[in-house]
């Protein structure tokens, strides 16, 4: 949500603006380097990145996690667990991206 331009908590506390804005300067640099990039807003280059470099966020934020490691939820005051076969570095296939257009609150 970062990356994309999407976190809820952008404007709520200075620390988030002082992130944006050096996020900000480093698309700036990204599309000051690559002239295919110039005409691209900035929300679109965001997008351009993320979907270019998903897998290896995903790789670097699970790079501790095991086959054995679950990933759970909390339902209506119960937690629900389940096995999660794309942790850690064993990604068969896409990283999940089933969650990513799903607006932050409702995750």
């Known amino acids: 949500d ?53 897998k290896e966020v995903w790789k670097a934020i699970t790079c501790g996690a095991t086959m054995n490691d679950l990933s759970s939820r909390n339902i209506k005051n119960s937690r629900t667990t389940f096995f999660n076969y794309n942790c850690g570095h064993h990604v068969k296939q896409d990283v999940p991206t089933n969650l990513d257009y799903v607006p932050q609150y409702l995750r």
């Open 2 to 54: 970062i990356i994309r331009g999407k976190d809820l908590y952008v404007d709520h506390e200075q620390g988030n603006n002082r992130l944006e804005a050096i996020l900000k300067m480093i698309f700036q640099k990204i599309q000051d380097n690559d002239r295919k990039l110039e005409n691209i807003s900035l929300h679109e280059l965001r997008e351009y990145w993320w979907t270019l470099n998903r």
